[in-house]
């Protein structure tokens, strides 16, 4: 157990820091229910899928490539549905959309839950910066695609971080640097698509005003996982040895996008920002409307340019 568990409280749920995802879903029986996660192969995306799975839940697993979704079978029940979903590549996310539509699928949970971080270099790809296109914008084009496909009182659950406040540009969403090329900061670029996931959450749940569907956002925690891959060895080992007394295990940074998820205890509640496993604070610039309202008028525009073939120019 970690030092921080010792000295965190729970939350008026009676779940915090320490909680795991088993925690968390105990005594949930989620037979029936089809709940869909990216990233599922690594990490938290694996783990929540381990578990809601383990609660009856079919669980459709996305991953960059069929083989990766594929590779977490074993720890599934029979009803999991691994598929292909390259969140970099537009016309991979949207032939997983027609997958599910035409399969007719219909889905309780949509959770976000792939990324990168902190790309030492600027990398680019259709003339966007890649944590931005993979984080936020191939999510965007999933959540948009597949928004017809939610039962009723789904949810759509986005898996943020505290970045957004940690790791912010000074005026927030950098609507004039999209492409990376007028100034690049490896953490502020996670920082910048931390943000936008909270933002693309915020206005998702505006849009949803006067139905039954609810979008919320989360930050896991810190948990020392393969999103620290670009880090150097040197670092990686530091935290390897911190992570016993400051860090969450996997099982605990699972815990607040499974309770956002499925947990009974949040029918109806909408807009929020959770952390371990409960309402919590975002930054300024995570409650700014005009901003989340711009963000999500220039994420139409530049998936329209991408579907169609085109590039990015900052504008
Ligand atoms: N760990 C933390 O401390 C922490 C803190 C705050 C927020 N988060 C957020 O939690 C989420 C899960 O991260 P994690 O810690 O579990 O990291 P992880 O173990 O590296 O898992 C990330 C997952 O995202 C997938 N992914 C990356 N790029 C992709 C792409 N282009 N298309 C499709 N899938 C892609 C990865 O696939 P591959 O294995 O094929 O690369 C992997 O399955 C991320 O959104 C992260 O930002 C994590």
Partial sequence: MSLISLLKKAGANGFGFSS?????????????????ITGVNSGLGLETARVLSKRGATVIGLARTLGKAESICLQMNDSYYPLACELSEPQSVLECVETLKNANIQIDALICNAGIMALPKLQQKYGIELQFLTNHIGHFILVNGLAGSLNDYGRVIVVSSAAHKMFSYSNGIQFTNFSGSHGYDSHKAYGHSKLANLLFSNELSRRFDSTNFAANAVHPGVIHTNLVRHYRLLVRYGLRTVEKIFLKTVQQGAATQCYVGVHSDLDGVSGNYFSDCNPSETSEFGQDQDMA????????????KLINGGTWVDK
């Fill in 20 to 36: 795991t995802a088993e925690e968390v879903t105990e005594g949930l029986d989620l037979t029936g229910k089809k709940v869909l």
């Fill in 293 to 304: 309202t711009r963000l999500w008028d220039v994420s139409e525009d530049m998936v329209s």
